[in-house]
């Protein structure tokens, strides 16, 4: 990079890093994890600055390296599937913050969904990037996305059934 | 919970849990540093095998049977103004009485030179070279190459009017390619075939310029080059030319894995080209079982590929 390139990049790691870890937090579940994306989206993007500056939006190419390097980190662990615990929400047990609750078991189903459907949820309902959008990011049409995210929340849907059936038990106990 | 409540629920889950943790603020220092410092080894390796294959070729210090003379072209190469090199002798006299246009980029590209005196890197002028000639032997991407920028690649207008000459097929051995493999030594493609001569670029050792390029005549054998990369980009560029739209599905399943079918669909391993008019190959990687090359297939960007051990494209465009 030269010189004249780094108060430019400089400005773009301040002004986006946030919520370029953000969408990685959201996609990996892992603080750790985010931050190691997040920091090789950056050298990534500082490598190839002089491409992406006369881009019309670095900001599209800086979250297209992440979203793909967040697959390949999942391929590579293919196989060694990790879902959080669940945070010792009892069966029966009356949440009065059942929100809270519901939310919580989505982010877990979440991260237990294939690396390709929780990226279209991430960035249809975090990022709110529409169908064209999303399917020019990730290199698939828009009628894969569409698809993919009606899947993704069928089995989100099964999650919070299944809460809202512990809530209903719980307080019928 | 109806559909569109689930979908607010998910919204809101989303916000809730990127705030529980706050974002790490990233040193630019150390970013800028840690590129540096890996682009300055691909860099010593780049010119370490250019070094090791032009003393292998021999033709800096001594004549070789099987190298032949470089096609003399005729003197007819775009009038162009060299930008003077921080070594050329071009007086600045020379360059005022240049085109208002070409003064304009001479003087663009003097700033540039003042400003980095350094080498420029001979793998990156061999590809900035070798890509130019295709566009340029390419009638669709012809316009694309600027004679100023392609003779500010050679040490002096003489070598860019000799070697470039009036339709740069000089650099190319004499002959009109669509494909290149740049691995140390060039190798050039028409179609899926290699030619048997290969060009070998001599460079300025202090300015890392284009000072001469010879053509040597190539060994047969499948061994030399790369069958899958020539096969498959060579194959699309072919089908490309004649039109043959079923090419690129039988193509793909012989030269590019299931997996990566299956994730990057009908344009797979090409970044979503669908018509390339030409392929070069260069800077490769290996690991253990697989190996890489970054290629382009006329856009503005490269893309890495990766091979693996079944002679097979399993990865391209990061994925």
């Known amino acids: 990079m030269r010189s004249a390139d780094v108060p430019a990049f400089t400005a773009f790691v301040h002004a986006r890093s946030s919520a370029l870890f953000r969408t990685a937090l959201l996609l990996t579940g892992e603080r750790h994890v985010a931050d190691d994306l997040v920091q090789s989206t950056l050298e990534q993007v500082c490598r190839h600055w002089r491409k992406i500056r006369s881009a019309d939006a670095p900001e599209a190419y800086a979250r297209r390296i992440l979203v793909n390097l967040a697959n390949d980190r999942w391929r590579k662990l293919r196989g060694h599937k990790e879902v959080p615990l ?14 809270l609750v519901v939310r919580d078991a989505l982010m877990r189903e979440l991260q237990s969904l294939p690396i390709g459907m929780r990226t279209v949820l ?19 049409s828009a009628g894969s996305v569409r698809s993919q995210v009606a899947r993704g929340l069928s089995k989100l849907r099964s999650t919070v059934d299944a809460q809202a059936v512990h809530s209903r038990s719980g307080g019928a106990a | ?96 009485s240049a085109s208002a246009s070409a003064s304009a980029s001479a003087s663009a590209s003097t700033s540039t030179a003042a400003s980095a005196p350094k080498p420029a890197d001979p793998a990156r002028t061999t590809n900035t070279l070798f890509l130019a000639a295709l566009r340029y032997q390419n009638p669709a991407t012809r316009s694309q190459v600027d004679p100023v920028e392609v003779a ?16 740069s097929t ?10 290149v493999l740049a691995a140390g030594e060039v190798l050039l493609y028409q179609g899926v075939e290699r030619l048997d001569r290969a060009p070998a670029p001599t460079f300025d050792g202090s300015t890392g310029k ?53 994730a990057q669909g009908p344009t797979a391993g090409t970044c979503s080209s669908t018509t390339p008019p030409f392929w070069l190959a260069d800077n ?16 503005p960007y490269d893309f890495p590929i990766e091979i693996d051990e079944n002679a097979k494209v399993a990865t391209a465009c990061g994925k």
């Open chain 2, 170 to 179: 000089g650099v190319t051995c004499g002959s009109s390619v669509d494909g």
């Open chain 2, 210 to 262: 284009v000072t001469d390029l010879t053509c040597r005549t190539v060994a047969g054998g499948s061994k030399v080059g790369d069958p899958t990369v020539s096969g498959f980009y060579g194959g699309l560029v072919t089908a490309a030319k004649s039109g043959d739209s079923t090419a690129m599905s039988r193509l793909g399943r012989q030269f590019v894995t299931a997996n990566l079918r299956s």
């Open chain 2, 284 to 299: 490769p990687s290996s690991g253990t079982l697989t190996h890489g090359w970054t290629v382009n297939l006329g856009g």
């Open chain 1, 122 to 140: 991430v960035l249809r309902y975090f990022e709110d990037l529409d169908d064209a959008e999303i399917g020019h990011l990730m290199n698939i």
């Open chain 2, 152 to 167: 500010a690649l050679f040490a002096d207008e003489s070598a860019y009017r000799r070697i470039w000459g009036a339709d």
């Open chain 2, 1 to 96: 919970m109806k559909d569109h409540e689930l979908e607010q629920e998910l919204a809101a889950a989303m916000r809730d849990r990127s705030r529980q943790e706050p974002p790490y603020s990233y040193d630019v220092d150390g970013l800028i540093g840690s590129v540096r410092r890996r682009r300055r080894r691909l860099q010593a390796g780049a010119a370490a095998a250019v070094a090791i294959v032009a003393l292998g070729a021999g033709f800096l210090s001594r004549p070789d049977h099987d190298r032949v003379s470089l096609p003399v072209q005729a003197p007819t190469a775009s009038s162009v103004v060299l930008p003077p090199s921080p070594t050329a002798s071009t007086s600045a006299s020379a360059s005022a």
């Open chain 1, 86 to 99: 669940d945070d010792g929400v009892e069966d029966g047990f009356v949440d009065p913050y059942k929100g």
